[in-house]
């Protein structure tokens, strides 16, 4: 069965500090890997990985694949109280994306 | 501007009645997608569309419906025949030439008493 297990469920850290949240799947046909961002209601899209190795950046956010450990990283520096969401990351697999439970984080100020 | 809605934002309900949630979206999408959110768990996929009068069954699709009669519009039907109906319901919709990622609508939670 197809799973993605994201690491850790929670996180509570301070303004300024640098998050790195974890992401790994089984699956059964890899062909991308996403991760969102999801505040109050609608999930936004932020990056999606392919190939491994090659890292995805926006601003203070970036994201690496490394398909031989079966699993990605979401990068988080400078952290500010607008970064406090629930992070998602899901796989895409035969065409439907598995999703994970999601990692909660919270910036303290 | 475009994008997806979804309608109402809050929803109540008695047991026993069926209740349409509605997914509208203007981006041109071919594939659009219905998701449940519980607290604690990632979006489980009740029912996906990739063209129009077409949809599949996702991996919890018992007790819910859907149709797809025009390319902008997906509704959800959440019969009483869902045994646990309580939850947040989100729409999205993806890109068409393979793209995988999905946008999402602001959602509808929907209570049942």
């Known amino acids: 069965e197809d799973k993605v297990v994201q690491s850790p469920l929670s996180l509570v850290v301070h303004e300024g500090d640098t998050v790195t949240l974890n992401c790994s799947y089984e699956?059964?046909?890899?062909?991308?890997l996403l991760w969102y961002k999801q505040e109050k209601k609608a999930p936004t899209f932020l990056f999606m990985l392919t190939s491994s190795g090659i890292e995805k950046k926006s601003g203070r956010l970036s994201s690496i694949l490394d398909k031989k450990e079966l699993s990605s990283i979401l990068n988080i520096t400078a952290t500010q109280t607008g970064d406090s969401a629930i992070y998602l990351c899901a796989v895409d697999s035969n065409y439907q994306l598995i999703w994970g439970a999601g990692t909660k984080l919270i910036i303290k100020p | 501007d475009g994008g997806i809605t979804q309608s109402p934002k809050y929803l109540f309900r008695k047991e026993g009645q069926n209740v349409t949630l509605s997914c509208e979206q203007n981006l041109n999408h071919d594939a659009m997608y219905w998701y449940r959110q519980d607290p604690g768990q990632g979006l489980r996929l009740i029912y996906y569309s990739q063209i129009v009068n077409d949809f599949q069954k996702g991996d919890i699709a018992e007790g819910y419906s859907v149709s797809r009669e025009k390319k902008e519009s997906f509704p959800l039907t959440v019969t009483s025949a869902q045994k646990n109906p309580t939850a947040f319901y989100l729409c999205?919709?993806?890109?068409?030439?393979?793209?995988?990622?999905?946008?999402f609508g602001p959602g509808t939670r929907l209570t049942v008493t």
């Open positions: 699956v059964t046909n890899f062909r991308s």
């Open positions: 999205a919709s993806s890109p068409p030439g393979g793209r995988r990622e999905q946008y």
